[in-house]
C-alpha cells in the first residue's frame, strides 16, 4: 500500500477487477516516492534525515473556454506527503523548493515573490527576449512561478549567480539553512534587508522583492539596482515539527503566463491572475479521487436477465 488508491471494496489490497482504482487527481497524473537516505547524499555533506516524499504530480486540460481556462491549462500541480520515516524528533523543520528559472534566454531575468499569494516567480526584464547566443529566445511575453497552495510563504531568496560570495547557491547544510530562514551567507548576523539587492540595509526581512514589479515605486528586482541576467528562486515553507510517523502536506502549482507579443496584456499581472485561478481550482479539489478520475462508473443493467 505505496501509491494511493481507491479501495471499492474495503479489504485493504489492490485488487482492479473488483473495482478499486488510482486515486488521482486531474487528467493526468504521476505518482512517485523519494527519499533522502537511499544512494549518495552529498548535495549539502549532511546526514540523511529519513523523510520520504510521496508526490501526486498531475494536471487538467479545460476543453471549455472560460476566465480561468489559460491558467489551469498553463498549470501544473504537485501534492506532496512528507513523513518522517526515522525515530528523530524533528523541530523548526523548514521545507523548500528551488526554480532554476532559465526563461528562455536567461541572460536577462528578473525575480520575485507575492507573500499574499504565498507565490514567487521569474520574468524577462525586457522583450523581445534577447541576450543569448543561438535559439534560447522566446517570442511570447512569459513569466513562470510557484504557488504554495496550503502553506503561507515564509522566506524567499533569489541567486543572481551561482558565483557570487553573497548570493550564491552554496552546497553546505549551513548555507543552505541560512538562506532558508532569511539569512545570506554570514548567518544569523547579516540578514536579508530591505532595499536594493538585500544586503547591507538596515531593516532586516524574510522576503527578498516582494514589490509589484509593474510599480516603479515598490521594492522589486526590477527596482534593486542590480543587472538582468541568471536567476534562481527559493521559496520556502516552516513545517514545525516533524516527530516519528508524522506526516506534512505541502501541496504546490507550477504556473506559466504566455502573452502573444503584440497582446498588450502584461505577463506579470497574468501570471497573478492565474495564480488565483489555480488556489480556486485546488480550493474545489477536495479528495481528488472520486471526482477526478478516468474511470467510468457503469450501472447496473436492471433489464439484464440473472442465470
Known amino acids: 500500500n ?25 487528467d493526468e497524473a504521476i505518482f512517485f516516492m523519494l527519499n533522502d537516505a537511499r544512494n549518495l547524499h552529498t548535495e549539502f555533506n549532511c546526514q540523511p534525515m529519513k523523510v520520504q516524499l510521496n508526490v501526486l504530480a498531475f494536471d487538467m486540460k479545460e476543453s471549455t473556454p472560460h476566465a480561468d481556462t489559460a491558467a489551469i491549462n498553463n498549470s501544473f500541480f504537485l501534492k506532496m506527503s512528507v513523513t518522517n520515516c526515522s525515530s528523530a524528533n524533528y523541530y523548526d523543520v523548514l521545507f523548500s523548493i528551488f526554480n532554476n528559472y532559465r526563461i528562455g534566454c536567461y541572460a536577462n531575468d528578473r525575480a520575485g515573490c507575492d507573500t499574499r499569494q504565498n507565490s514567487f516567480f521569474a520574468y ?3 522583450y523581445p527576449d534577447s541576450g ?10 512569459i513569466a513562470q512561478g510557484t504557488i504554495f497552495l496550503n502553506q503561507p510563504l515564509y522566506t524567499h531568496a533569489v541567486f543572481d ?6 548570493t550564491q547557491w552554496g552546497f553546505t547544510v549551513a548555507l543552505a539553512r541560512n538562506y532558508q530562514s532569511g539569512y545570506w551567507s554570514g548567518g544569523a548576523a547579516t540578514p536579508f534587508t530591505v532595499g536594493g539587492n538585500g544586503f547591507g540595509g538596515s531593516i532586516p526581512t524574510h522576503y527578498l522583492y516582494p514589490g509589484d514589479p509593474m ?14 541576467g541568471y536567476r534562481a528562486g527559493l521559496g520556502t ?22 502573452v502573444p507579443s503584440a497582446d498588450t496584456t ?23 479521487g472520486s471526482e477526478y478520475t478516468g474511470i467510468r462508473a457503469i450501472g447496473r443493467n436492471s433489464a439484464a436477465i440473472n442465470i
Not at 161 to 166: G, L, P, R
Not at 215 to 228: C, F, I, L
Open 2 to 26: 505505496l501509491a494511493p488508491y481507491i479501495d471499492a471494496n474495503n479489504n485493504n489490497v489492490y485488487d482492479p477487477q473488483n473495482g478499486d482504482y488510482p486515486d488521482i487527481c486531474g
Open 124 to 126: 524577462n526584464s525586457s
Open 132 to 141: 543569448c547566443a543561438g535559439n534560447n529566445s522566446y517570442y511570447y511575453k
Open 161 to 166: 549567480s551561482f558565483f557570487d560570495n553573497d
Open 215 to 228: 510599480n516603479s515605486a515598490s521594492w522589486s528586482d526590477q527596482t534593486s539596482g542590480t543587472q538582468p
Open 237 to 258: 515553507v516552516y513545517l514545525d515539527t516533524l516527530m516519528p510517523g508524522q506526516v506534512k502536506k505541502v501541496d504546490i502549482a507550477f504556473v506559466s503566463s504566455f
Open 266 to 288: 502584461n505577463e506579470i499581472l497574468a501570471l497573478k491572475q492565474y495564480f488565483v485561478a489555480a488556489q480556486n481550482f485546488y480550493n474545489t479539489l477536495g479528495q481528488c
